[in-house]
């Protein structure tokens, strides 16, 4: 395993020392191409503002590689956006968190203080955007609402677990996917990064802000009760919706009080929210190459009608499924004669 180091600032002067360690091309202070021993494809710098700036990764490593990042006196988070392939490893404080498979697909946030690293799986791509963030521009949102509710969801500001570990929102997994088909080579791909970065931090302010809203009006014990139900519908996309009245028992709520509690928290309601995390699934077997039909994909997410995934497929993607769909390559059978063949 190669194992190289750097640190991070928002200018781009620490790209220098990761491609020298890496063995690779910087282009412009921005691109770094990986180099061929490691594999193949690219990571993209850019600075958006004096206190924001993002790296986006996107490559396939044939050798197994950890880069270690140092703290350093850079007052930065790190928010750490993975729709990889493949689970990736981070690691902080001596814990490896799993992060960025196509099912489990994960944000973290962590304090330049503090040291990490990151395992990419090999043989597959990684696809991870990175927003290295000066804690001033966060620290007045965070003091205007009360340290309780980062606790609450797993966000840890104080610097004894400064990281925060938890599932991506629809709509950033949306923006992310967005980058896949742009090269980063294109002219028009620096003001598209940057548009699509501050979307990003917005979104995590945005849902932060909206949970707070919520908190007050509800139990903690509830909105512990109600997202239970939300991580059980991601873990069985694979299976059809479990019903309301299964899922407020499960809460220990009535179904019309679950069910309003469900939609303010998540801004959705517990089926529609089903629904969108499983035609996102869809879009991921759909360009996975691994089936060789439409209807074998219906029958693994647990659907009867190929009409009623086409519709559902439609209202989030506005395309239909037929042109995500990447049939699996035939494999070419080789005839093994007998001996007696050759008499």
Not at 194 to 208: D, M, T, V
Request: charged letters at 25%.
């Amino acid at each position: 395993m190669k194992k190289i180091t750097h640190f991070y600032s928002l200018t781009p002067e620490w790209q220098y020392k990761l491609a020298e360690e890496m063995g690779g091309e910087l282009i412009d202070d921005k691109i770094i191409v990986i180099p061929e021993t490691l594999g193949h494809g690219q990571s993209y710098f850019t600075q958006i503002t004096p206190g924001i700036s993002a790296l986006f990764m996107d490559f396939v490593l044939t050798t197994p590689l950890k880069i270690n990042r140092l703290k350093s006196e850079n007052e930065l988070y790190i928010f750490h956006f993975d729709l990889s392939d493949h689970t990736n490893l981070i690691k902080i404080q001596d814990i490896d968190y799993e992060i960025g498979s196509a099912i489990n697909v994960g944000l973290a946030i962590i304090s330049n203080d503090i040291e990490s690293s990151f395992k990419p799986a090999v043989g597959h791509r990684t696809l991870a955007l990175r927003l290295l963030v000066d804690k001033n521009l966060l620290n007045e949102f965070v003091e205007s609402h009360p340290s309780e509710e980062f606790t609450n969801r797993r966000i840890k500001i104080k610097k004894t677990v400064p990281y925060y570990y938890d599932n991506m929102d629809s709509n950033s997994i949306l923006l992310i996917q967005s980058l896949k088909s742009r090269s980063v080579y294109d002219s028009s791909f620096d003001p598209y990064l940057k548009g699509i970065s501050l979307k990003l931090l917005g979104n995590f302010l945005n849902r932060y802000t909206d949970s707070e809203a919520v908190k007050n009006e509800t139990t903690e014990i509830e909105i512990e009760a109600i997202t239970k139900t939300k991580n059980y519908l991601l873990d069985h996309l694979y299976n059809p919706f479990p019903s309301v009245p299964f899922l407020s028992k499960m809460a220990g709520m009535s179904p019309s009080k679950y069910k309003m509690l469900f939609k303010k928290e998540f801004h959705n309601t517990p089926n529609n929210l089903f629904i969108k995390e499983k035609m996102l699934l869809a879009n991921r077997l759909l360009q996975s190459g691994d089936y060789n039909t439409l209807t074998e994909i219906i029958y693994e997410l647990n659907y009867t009608k190929l009409s009623y995934f086409c519709t559902k497929y439609y209202d989030l993607f506005h395309r239909k499924p037929s042109e995500d769909f990447i049939k699996k390559k035939k494999q070419k059978n080789f005839a093994v004669l007998r001996p007696d063949t050759y008499l």
